[in-house]
């Protein structure tokens, strides 16, 4: 799922593809910029700003795109085959001499001046991996709605940009709340922990490629399914599979039923305004649906 630092990530695979090259192919399909032709531009870099990517492009124009669910944009060399999902799903083609980039399930995505970004992406808060990152404005705006549910108020991007539903989930774990506590009723202090801690996490994983939030290794033993048992010499009988240490990438999010990594009591799964939220009824106090 896109958050902050998977969108990083994506601007950073975009910018080393397309920048300082010269778009030889471009198609943007979606009916209001069907017919806008970039070729013979020169991409000049690729920026994320919280969820946004903001492509600039040669003569003052930028390529905005947001991801949202299930967005995504790849890069393939010139003989590579396409993959990323059906040809339909494909809404934007930039390609130069050496890579093609191909934006699949865009829901968001419009051409505009370069000095009129802000139309797109002047509504964000403080964003989290950006340079100009404020924990102080970011704290202010969460603050600003006290009776607001904080798993509501972290996804909110007006407050802090770059937390998605996977963020929302483990921070709400690791402040040991439930995402419905409203904003106001958080003890004294965490907050400003909680503010801090998105922070660091959202930069610990800005170059992963998986994304991991469990702080410690938290770690549970399985039955190593990938080992062929091999018959024991002196019975015939297969050994038992030998156990292997696997580690839990996350401590609630995807885990509904399942133990949690520091109480064992099985995670719970609701919606919360429309998005699946995970807790730890054991570990998180406060209100639940």
Known sequence: MPEGDTVLQTATRLHAALAGQVLTRSDLRVPRFATAD???RTV???????????????????LHSHLRMDGAWRVFAPDERWRGGPGHQIRAIL??????????RLPVLELLRTDEEDRAVGH???????????????????????????????????NLAGIGNV???ELCFLARVTPWLPVGALPDGVL??????????????????????????????????????????????????????????LYVYG???RPCLRCGTPIRLADQDDRPTYW????????TP
């Open 44 to 62: 000049l870099d690729v920026t994320a700003r919280g969820k946004h990517l903001l492509t600039r492009i040669e003569g003052g124009l930028t």
């Open 280 to 287: 730890c009824p054991g570990c998180q106090s406060g209100p």
């Open 255 to 257: 885990r509904a039923r």
């Open 167 to 169: 963020y929302k989930c």
């Open 38 to 40: 970039l070729t013979g």
């Open 192 to 249: 400003p922990r909680l503010v801090t801690l998105a922070e660091r996490l959202l930069h610990a994983n800005r170059d992963r490629p998986t994304r991991t939030t469990t702080i410690t290794s938290e770690l549970r033993t399985q039955p190593n399914r990938d080992l062929a048992p091999r018959p024991a010499p002196d019975t015939g009988r297969p050994p038992p599979r030998p156990p292997h240490r696997v580690q839990e990438r």
């Open 124 to 158: 964000l808060g403080p964003d989290l991996l950006g340079p100009g990152w404020d924990p102080g404005l970011a704290l202010d705006r969460l603050l600003a709605a006290p009776d607001r549910p904080l798993g509501e108020a972290l996804l909110d991007q007006r």
């Open 95 to 104: 390609g130069n001499t050496e890579h093609t980039a191909v934006g699949y």
